[in-house]
């Protein structure tokens, strides 16, 4: 196991290099670095540019050096912490993104869970009363749930929040708790508006795992050891509980490194439509604005997050499935 | 059981007279015959056929993109055609009866007030006289596919009266005919976006699973490395830096290639899996042993076996680029008018405030749900028939 976590662990760290490459050149990709775009604006606003000040910012931020060093000081610098300076706030982007990626945690987080906890139940009914009406129901929701796009879905919940119930179901806190520090009752207040982006941002991931739920359980109960399991007079509901439904668990864990990716997607634009506190809408902004540090940071964040995620799910799959652990590979 | 004594009853040698049938024993009814002769795309066809709802999708799928073809004689209106006295104006019903009497489909025209508490534009049909509907008739001029002028549409708006059917938007502008409109686009970028996924799927997945080794490798951890991005951020990102002084046209061209270039990873994995595994197959090595080269074997005796089901898996990849166009065009960094699409109708619908007082701003909605849902169902019929000699499953 020891020896799976640590080649597993290795496998993580070109990855991330090769990302982090990614995530550089797009912020490079702009014409111009930062600081044109900045004495561009100060002047616009007809304010004189000092060129002393602005050749002390170049070598400061590093622009006047060759793009490799300058992917270095980067990349080192986000190890330590430091994801650089963005130029719209006026801010190291350490400051400006907050908590928001802890609230983009735990949307994402909490979303994964909504989507096991309700697809778990339905796609082993689904599979266990193949072709009944609640199958059929139930798949057909799922369908539709999967065509849905989460904005979309956000959209139509607060058009009738808004008609029906005459509130606003967005944001992510009662606005008296926005740049408190956390408290009791800011937790619970959070608590109170989780649930709907995770419903929205969840619809999708939810149905797909329902019909893969189906789909496996399906296939497992075909197979001889349920046959003679049911043959030699196991009860119904123990013939599925102690084997097929640990079978179909395996996939149901390592399936969370391709749902979180949807997740994350998801919560992006959803979190602008329902204006949660998260990294979606500053992301956005950032585009908006060329704030390409800033933005860039956030891809980077985010696909950290996707690649830690998937490597979790990969160790808890190794700790559940001795087969993938014994082999040392990381198939799936 | 009777035993034969060989030494006494031994068997005379027999020879038949009649004429030799090698089939006598297993003679093929015609229906299985035809069965078992029929080329893959007929079994195809026939098991494509039993999946009711793939098909009735199919239908769905060719109507919407029949309608593409002739946007222009579909929509009651141009598309850019402006109406400033009819600002959020609501859907107009069609109705059938006036008073009772029978006068087949028309529309009521509207009283408009202006609602100074809210500034809200309230629009009351007025049902005192009857506007009749025509039908194939001469109405807003267009350039048929940016070409051809003409002015023939299906229907159009009564004679000094409007025409609807799904309201208008901030500008006064009908929200039917921008949608008919904004399906061109739509559709076109899913297709065209998997078009580039496609290649790219193929040329990737293809050298990966023909080569093996440590190109395999290399490109498998490119792979892993494109699937971590979360999509939908690093789509936003490459449409941010798209340049802004491009035309809208390129703008257009630049979104599906983004769309296309992240979208292949998917494809390019079921390409080389199916290549490895289809390599080793007997029929492969069959073919090997009678002199056949790589060309041969790949061009005709791989390339068939997995194209059917690559195509399937492509089908079911459209959805998620005609859902990344709306998103990205939704959030404002996609599509930038005049070129329309249903995503960029969306962006009207961005604020809260104006969809609650007109609420159908929303409906370009119902369209990329029904086209997404139809092209799921239609990619899992695929998927079911795209192995017609696969019996069993599900």
């Not at chain 1, 400051?95 to 989507?115: E, M, N, Q, W, Y």
């Not at chain 1, 619809?203 to 030699?232: C, F, H, P, S, W």
């Not at chain 2, 015609?30 to 999708?57: C, D, G, N, T």
């Not at chain 2, 309201?167 to 006064?172: A, K, S």
């Amino acid at each position: 196991m020891i020896r799976y976590v640590i080649q597993r662990l290795l496998i993580m760290i070109p990855t991330l290099i090769a990302i982090s490459a990614i995530v550089f050149i797009l912020i490079q990709l702009p014409p111009g670095d930062y600081l044109d775009s900045y004495i561009a604006e100060l002047q616009s606003q007809g304010e004189k540019v000092d060129p002393k000040k602005i050749k002390f910012l170049r070598e400061q931020y590093g622009f006047d050096k060759p793009l490799i060093e300058q992917y270095f000081v980067w990349a080192i610098g986000m190890l330590q912490g430091d994801f650089g300076y963005s130029f719209e706030y006026g801010l190291p982007v350490t400051d400006v993104v907050g908590d928001r990626v802890f609230l983009t945690f735990l949307v994402s987080v909490t979303t994964i869970a909504f989507a096991w906890i309700v697809s778990f139940p339905i796609g082993v009914y689904s599979a266990t009363h193949q072709y009944s009406w609640g199958d059929y129901g139930l798949t057909f929701l799922g369908f539709l749930g999967l065509a849905t796009p989460n904005f979309l879905l956000a959209l139509v919940l607060l058009y009738f929040a808004n008609v029906v119930f005459g509130t606003s179901i967005g944001g992510l806190m009662d606005p008296e708790y926005i740049d408190q520090p956390w408290s009791f009752d800011k937790v619970l207040s959070v608590l109170e508006h989780l649930w709907i982006p995770v419903v929205v941002i969840g619809t999708a991931g939810t149905a797909e795992m329902i019909r893969r739920v189906r789909a496996n359980l399906l296939d497992e109960l075909q197979k001889q050891y349920v046959i003679t399991a049911r043959a030699k007079g196991l009860a119904p509901t123990k013939v599925i509980l102690k084997y097929p439904l640990r079978v179909a668990l395996n996939f149901f864990v390592s399936d969370v490194g391709s749902l979180l990716p949807g997740v994350i997607s998801g919560s992006a634009i959803v979190s602008v439509v329902l204006s949660l506190p998260t990294t979606g809408p500053m992301l956005l902004e950032s585009l908006r604005s060329q704030d390409m540090y800033l933005a860039g940071s956030f891809l980077m964040l985010l696909a950290t997050l996707t690649v830690i995620g998937v490597l979790i799910s990969d160790l808890a799959l190794a700790a559940l499935d001795p087969r993938i652990r014994l082999e040392g590979g990381i198939t799936r | 059981m009777t035993t034969v004594d060989r030494d006494n009853d031994a068997p005379k040698h027999y020879v038949a007279t009649g004429p030799y049938d090698p089939q006598s024993v297993e003679r093929l009814t015609p229906e299985q015959e035809r069965y078992f002769m029929a080329p893959q795309w007929r079994l195809i066809w026939w098991k494509f056929r039993r999946h009711r709802l793939a098909v009735v999708s199919g239908a769905i799928l060719l109507a919407f993109y029949l309608s593409i073809l002739i946007s222009e004689f579909l929509a009651p209106y141009n598309l850019h055609t402006r109406h400033p006295d009819f600002i959020y104006a609501p859907p107009q019903g069609i109705h059938l009866f006036h008073e009772g009497e029978f006068v087949g489909p028309f529309v009521y025209g509207f009283d408009y007030r202006l609602d100074m508490e809210i500034l809200k534009r309230e629009y009351t049909p007025n049902t005192s006289k009857p506007y009749p509907l025509r039908f194939f008739c001469l109405g807003d001029e267009y350039r048929f596919w940016g070409a051809i002028p003409g002015r023939f549409h299906f229907v159009c708006p009564p004679e000094d009266g409007t025409f609807f059917l799904l309201g208008t938007d901030r500008l006064g502008r009908d929200m039917l005919s921008r949608l008919i409109y904004g399906a061109r686009i739509s559709l076109t970028i899913g297709l065209l976006g998997i078009t580039i996924s496609f290649i790219l799927a193929m040329f990737f997945g293809g050298i990966a699973g023909y080569y093996g080794g440590w190109i395999d490798n290399v490109i498998q951890r490119m792979i892993e490395v494109l699937r971590s991005f979360p999509h939908l951020p690093l789509w936003m990102t490459l449409a941010a830096i798209l340049p802004v002084n491009w035309s809208p046209l390129f703008i257009f061209l630049g979104i599906t290639l983004i769309l296309g270039l992240l979208e292949w990873t998917g494809l390019a994995r079921s390409v080389r899996s199916k290549l490895l595994s289809l390599r080793e197959e007997d029929y492969a090595t069959a073919a090997m042993l009678l002199g056949a080269g790589p060309r041969r074997i790949i061009g005709r005796h791989l390339l068939p076996n997995f194209m059917s089901y690559l195509i399937a898996s492509a089908t079911l990849a459209i959805p998620g680029m005609i859902l990344g166009e709306t998103a990205l065009s939704f959030l404002g960094l996609g599509l930038r008018p005049p070129i329309t699409s249903w995503g960029v109708l969306l962006n009207e619908a961005q604020n809260i405030n104006a969809v609650d007082l007109y609420p159908w701003l929303m409906l370009p909605v119902v369209p990329v749900i029904i086209v997404v849902l139809t092209f799921n169902f239609l990619g899992d019929g695929l998927r079911d028939a795209a192995d017609p000699y696969y019996e069993g499953g599900n």
